[in-house]
Every structure is written in structure tokens, then in C-alpha cells.
């Protein structure tokens, strides 16, 4: 009840024109007992995205997958997607959700620590234990350290790169998309410790059949 009044509430009035106070009123609920659920809007709005996530059923079947140097690719591979074409796409929701990131890194942090400890959660055990499968068939070098940092450095690599394609006229011109996906995925998967035969093997083979897919498409239409 309570998550779909924020979402209709979101939708209308976006992140800053929606206040608890009218979650609450919009759920039927006093303010007071809405904090006992979700103490602040962004605990609120974290939870509404984590949601939507789980509701991706593409998301959910990769996530559901062997631990394998395969899988840890395609979790590089939807990530570099899924930042690069928020610039792109219609849904300026996603856009003004990555500000919100950016912005809340440089105020209290709150919405931030909250969306990434979401996708940690959600995301976390599935690239620790593919990068350790992948180590293991010599895929990949064996780390030192927590192997997460290697995961949220891909990710704050690409979400900057993300960052810099938000206004109308890009920060920065990196040329053609469909060659900074690639290049993105091989500069992360290489900082990862992926070698350079397993990126040609698995990014190569996913790289071919994305673009047979899109030629079928082509010939059909």
C-alpha cells in the first residue's frame, strides 16, 4: 500500500516534488506511521528502485545463472548497457535518477549509500562468485582485497561515463555508441583481471550474436 502510493506519487511529482507527507496522505497513512516502515524519502525511493529491479525479468535470469566467467561478463555487459543508453532512451526518469546519484554524492550521501547497498545485495554474490569461477579456470588473475571494490569500480567508471552524456550537448564526445559499449566492457573486464583471450572468447561470441539478432530484425522488418 505504502509503495504504491510513493509510485504514483514519484511519477506525478518526481523525487523533489514529493514529500512523505503526501506518500502518507496518498496511502491513507499518518506521516508518523509511514517512518516507522521507510525512515526518510530517499529509504523510500531506494526501495521502490530496488523493486523495479527485481521486477526486470532479464536482470532476474542472469542473476539466476551459474557463477561462471560467462556470467561475469554479461553482468559487465548489462551494466555498461544499462548506464550508456539512459542518455539515449526516452525514459528521462532514468536520467533524472542518475542526477539524483550524482547529486546526492555531493550532499548527505544518504540516497546513495542506501541504492548501493540495494545493489550489493542484489548484484554482489553473483560477480564475486563468477570472478572467482572465472580465477579458478584461469580466466582471470587472482585478486588481493575485497573482490566487491573490483565490482564498484566498473560500476563508478561507467556511471561517470554515463554522467558526462546527460546534458543535450554531451560533456565529452566519445564517439559512436555502439564503439564505446565495446570499449567500455573491455576496459572494465581487463581492470577486473579478466586476460585477453576469455574478453575475445565471451565478449566476442555475445558481441556476435547481438548483432545477428539485429540483423533478423532487419531482414524481418
Known amino acids: 500500500m ?24 496518498a496511502a491513507a497513512i499518518s506521516e508518523a506511521l509511514l517512518f516507522k516502515h521507510f525512515p526518510s524519502k530517499a529509504a523510500l525511493y531506494a526501495e521502490i528502485l530496488s523493486e523495479e529491479c527485481e521486477a526486470d525479468p532479464a536482470l532476474m535470469e542472469l542473476l539466476e545463472r551459474d557463477p561462471s566467467t560467462a556470467t561475469l561478463v554479461e553482468v559487465i555487459r548489462g551494466m555498461v548497457q ?12 532514468e536520467a533524472q535518477r542518475l542526477r539524483l546519484m ?20 542484489l ?3 553473483v560477480f564475486v562468485a563468477s570472478l572467482e569461477r572465472a580465477v579458478a579456470a584461469g580466466a582471470a588473475r587472482p585478486f588481493s582485497g575485497d573482490p566487491l571494490n573490483l565490482f564498484w569500480f ?14 543535450a550537448a554531451p560533456c565529452l564526445a566519445y564517439g559512436k ?14 581492470g577486473i583481471g579478466l586476460n585477453d583471450a576469455a574478453i575475445a572468447s565471451h565478449l566476442g561470441h555475445n558481441q556476435a550474436a547481438a548483432d545477428a539478432g539485429k540483423t533478423a530484425i532487419a531482414e524481418s522488418a
Open 154 to 167: 566498473a560500476h563508478h567508471t561507467v556511471m561517470t561515463a554515463a554522467l558526462t552524456r546527460l546534458p
Open 102 to 121: 550524482a547529486t546526492s554524492h555531493l550532499d548527505d550521501g544518504e540516497f546513495a549509500r542506501l541504492l548501493y547497498a540495494k545493489i550489493q545485495t
Open 177 to 190: 555508441a555502439e564503439d564505446l559499449e565495446r570499449q567500455l566492457c573491455e576496459f572494465l573486464l581487463r
Open 82 to 93: 544499462h548506464f550508456l543508453h539512459i542518455a539515449d532512451g526516452p525514459d528521462q526518469e
Open 2 to 25: 505504502i509503495l504504491g502510493a510513493a509510485k504514483r506519487c514519484f511519477s506525478r511529482h518526481g523525487y523533489t516534488g514529493t514529500t512523505t507527507k503526501s506518500v502518507a496522505a
Open 123 to 125: 548484484i554482489g554474490a
